[in-house]
């Protein structure tokens, strides 16, 4: 059972796009291991909230 998890900053993607990106990668699972995969693959989209995003050792929200 393949379990693929994506980050994503909170409050960006709506709702429709959350099933879209579980329908694209599920299907690209199942390109990659065939059909038998889509009924075991799961997708859990994590939602953070900004604050606790960062890169390049910089936060993503400006300092207060």
Known sequence: ???VTISVIKNVFTDEQKREMIQKVTD???SIEGEAMRGITWVLIEEVSENNW???GQSLISPV
């Open 28 to 30: 690209a699972m199942v």
């Open 54 to 56: 960062g890169i390049g």
């Open 1 to 3: 059972m393949p379990l």
